[in-house]
């Protein structure tokens, strides 16, 4: 059974979502994929992963790299998990472009070239983003460019690591 958490940020109220030991979703409650459970299908109750993760996100909403990792339960396509795997050895304070990503697969993948779009898709269904940080993924030009949750949280997001 999934265990759920509000958690008020500055960027707005998130729904945190785990099991018994991984995280699941963290989800705006504005996003364009924004979770839906029927109340009978989650559990709201404070687990110490949950705890956890509430603990990093206060360090990252203070401005500092919070140090140390949330284990996560990443469940999309294997294209997707590759691309939120890439996305997770983004440093934080620095961004990178979609081409660059589509780049990166292409040569795990031993493919010459690889859509930076197709990788966009899967940037844009990340279902736990801050921590998985699709938001320092940028347009080939420096462009701020799609954020499921809204451009004006990506905004505020690389405003508080120092990017804008």
Known sequence: MPYTQQYDSPVGSILLIADSTELTGLYFN?????????????????????????????????GKE???????????????????SMLCTIPYGTTVSYGTIAKQIAAKRGLSRMSAQAVGGAVGRNKI???????????????????????????KLLTLEGLL
């Open 66 to 84: 919070p140090g140390f990792t949330i284990p996560l339960h990443l469940s999309g396509t294997n294209f997707q998990n590759d691309v939120w």
């Open 30 to 62: 504005s996003e364009k994929y924004f979770a839906r459970y029927p109340a009978a299908m989650h559990e709201k109750k404070e687990t110490p992963l949950l705890h956890t993760v509430k603990r990093w996100l206060d360090i990252y909403f203070s």
């Open 129 to 155: 983003p801050i921590i998985i940080p699709c938001h320092r993924v940028i347009g080939a030009n420096g462009s701020l460019i799609g954020y499921s949750g809204g451009l004006d949280k990506k905004v």
